[in-house]
């Protein structure tokens, strides 16, 4: 079996030869993983969050297993976009896979000034956005929680690059539909979804929370459901392409995002724990192509059966 | 480039009997001149022990079809096969390795704390266990050559020395073991390190004085390294974070060398969830940055880890 035709799928204009990536802080920065799959199968690779300075991250504990997921705090600990572009990409750019930073700030200005930076950078195919990031110059909301706010940030990070721009969507706010509007709206080319949920865990021993930072982001399968919803609600909101995240680890996970309205999905949690869970989920897709005698798997895109109207 | 036929062996569900199953490689790689394997391994024994403090203990013995070079201080990430909860694998020591004519033994010795452990607990002979390894890196006997090495160990701990003994033995290294623990049963594989140094290189402190001196593994320590002179020992230790903390400021005081090796909560184990973070001594304003137990890991020397007061 070979990564045929079948999967291959066109989002925010860049061409993958599957929809499976591997999402952002679970991958490092590519190579991490090469030492166990293979990046030439990929779809893409969501780097770990890049700042425009590097980021030393949080106290530990980082992280902390919760039922069917975990809760991390890491604290967005990163090399810097400067060192990616120097010491990462020359080496990420010989595997035939798309490569999408994982861009963050504290500020509009800061996700500009790392833009710029990456911008030096060659074999990028495109940026995604992670706009769960306190805002500090606009009393600390994170910029995901606010139609304006997120929409600033895109149309400014547009403005300072030619390359496609996906933004992240936290699943932590009411309406998620009307967030997604306001980023097509500022410009944004796809939007991925959902980063993590605020969760929090305690150890009744000590009476203490279980990590360092008090909260941190729910990831893995227990988050699925929540992020399907998201993905089946924000596909009817908006015409830009999807890329579905929350808790996928096996072929069915995918193929569910997919039917939801996503064009491609991305990996997360169960790398950790299934380091081929990406590998096996491109097998999986094609397999089922096959056997549902699909074309191609841009037919099952939002093709979601549903007996009333919404 | 190798190709990685994985596909050849990775058998999707669950519903295949071991017997039909070639477990075994799932992919590999070179990482330099190590083999980093994902592969299924097949208990032969899991005998669990309850010490008279209560405390519970695995002893895990399990059989691969490869044959991966192992050094010591590295670790593997498990799991029981297809177990959907708990999630993650866990992070264990190698204790004990045995080329075998077709693949290789491994042993682990873990303690039964939360619902990781509890799940490997549960393994029977013939079972089937996700095993990621060996990851990390080893301890560096090179000091070790032209003088005594002492070994600490608190608890399970001891199971990451036990390769080492057994290399600076190989190696003709005088080595002399202080092991503690909270009672007798809580000091895990301390017979086999009798056999393998000679009762009298295996010292013992235990909290309830059931076994050797009373108190802490760190004061029999201390009290050795005041007694002798010429030139200094080098100091192995693994165990418990307090333990490791007053091993490095007894190895501070006394100008020995030390290797630490960490323990830490972990995800992944190769150095891409970057949850076992650890104050790395660093030139910046703070003094300290956030290395990876797992990959700049988990033996650390003991003058570059930086102690939060």
Partial sequence: MTDGAVLHIEVAGIGFQNPVLTASGTCGYGLDMAELIDLNRLGGVCTKGLSARPMRGNAPWRIVETHGGMLNAIGLQNIGARAFIEDKLPRLRRYNTRIIPNVFGYTVDEYIEAV????????????????????????GESFANDAHQAAEVTEAVKNATRRPVMVKLSPNVTDIAAIARAV?????????????????????????????????????????????RCVFQVARAVKIPLVGIGGIATTEDALEFIIAGASAVQVGTASFYDPQAAMKIVDGLEAYCLRKGLDSIRDLVGAVRLDQDL | MRRFNFRAYRVPGTNFPAAELDYGLLADRLRGDRLLIDAIAIVERNQLNQSASGRRYGELRLKMTNRVEVRPGQFAMLKPHADFEPLLRRAMAYYRCEDLADGLRVEFIYQILGRGTQSLSRLRPGDMVDLLGPLGNTYDTQPARGRRALLVAGGVGSAALYMLAENLRSEGVETRLFIGGASAGDLPGVDRFEELLGAENVICATIDGTRGTEGFVTEPLQDHLRSIEARGPIIYACGPDPMLHRVAQIAEKSETTTQLSLESPMACGFGICVGCAVAIKSDCPEGFVYGKVCTDGPVFRSEDLYWAE
């Fill in chain 1, 184 to 228: 097509e709206s500022a410009g944004a080319d796809a939007l991925s979804l959902v980063n993590t949920a605020v969760g929090m865990s305690i150890d009744v021993e000590t009476r203490r929370p279980r990590l360092a930072n008090i909260t941190g982001g729910l990831s893995g399968p227990a988050i699925k459901p929540i992020a399907v």
């Fill in chain 1, 116 to 139: 710029r930076i990456l911008e030096d950078g060659d074999g990028i195919h495109g940026y995604e956005l992670n706009i769960s990031c306190p805002n500090v110059k606009a009393g």
